[in-house]
């Protein structure tokens, strides 16, 4: 089966899952971004990844409930 492309606009999509449970939201993410990106962390992404861990040792990160 060949991939297809679609375009969407972001605010149908952000709403679209919305709706998803969390299990289910998680496996779309693991699928989407985790598994198709292999390659090696760059030096601006290990320092994204070192804020987001103090940010979220902070308490100062955005629940996924809190957007619905």
Known sequence: MGTKTLTMPEDAVVNMLKTLPED?????FWRTVVESDVSALTKEEK???SKGNLEHKKGETVKWQDLR
């Open 24 to 28: 289910i939201l998680i496996d779309v």
């Open 47 to 49: 320092e994204l990844i």
